[in-house]
């Protein structure tokens, strides 16, 4: 279930919205030009390769490139595999990548083909943490500094969408903030 839950950005038990409610959070949201929409999903396979992933959202994903002109789209996929031990290193180091609070130089385009997680928006003296489920779209404006937080057992599928190769590319801003603020499980505990 989609969730958003604004918080005090100095004081992380200040919890000042938490909803569910698709159109109080569009509500929220739309003053700092941030996007969340559904799309229906295709029921794909768990193992859906990117080309099959594609073909079951090219309408979605056309119209996306055609009104934002991203030139680029992949497909990122983490899921537990017990039988890697490997695995939790791998997942760790991803998640660690994006835990500090930074901004790109374009457009954050992000949609839930599977799976969940959470970006935390830091707006103003709030943070907006938007727990992405399934079928949701997310459309963060460039400049705008986040951190996106997978869980310490990461599970999604996501496509992305670029103008440029080195588009989302993270300038860290080396505030501590993420720190301070509740993970994905703490929000979900």
């Known amino acids: 279930m989609t969730i958003v839950q604004v918080m005090a950005d100095n004081n992380r038990d200040e919890v000042i919205v938490r909803t569910t409610e698709r159109a109080e959070i569009a509500e929220l949201l739309a003053p700092f030009d941030?996007?969340?929409e559904q799309w229906p999903t295709r029921g794909l396979a768990a193992d859906a390769t990117q080309d099959e992933i594609f073909a079951a959202y090219r309408g979605e994903i056309d119209d996306v490139c055609a009104a934002g002109g991203y030139r680029?789209?992949?497909?990122?996929?983490?899921?537990?595999?017990?039988?890697?031990a490997e695995w939790r290193t791998r997942a760790a180091g991803a998640r660690t990548k994006f835990l500090d609070e930074h901004r790109h130089a374009e457009n954050e385009i992000r949609f839930f083909v599977e799976g969940r997680g959470c970006f935390y928006l830091h707006l103003g003296d709030k943070v907006y943490a938007v727990v992405c489920v399934e079928g949701d779209l997310i459309s963060v404006p460039a400049g705008t500094t986040h951190w996106f937080d997978m869980g310490a057992t990461p599970q999604f599928c996501a496509i992305r969408f670029f103008e440029q190769e080195d588009g989302w590319i993270g300038d860290f801003t080396g505030d501590p903030i993420s720190?301070?603020?509740p993970s994905l499980d703490e929000l979900l505990g």
Not at 72 to 84: A, G, S
């Open 34 to 36: 941030i996007h969340l």
């Open 179 to 181: 720190a301070r603020m």
């Open 72 to 84: 680029l789209v992949d497909v990122v996929r983490m899921v537990p595999d017990p039988e890697n």
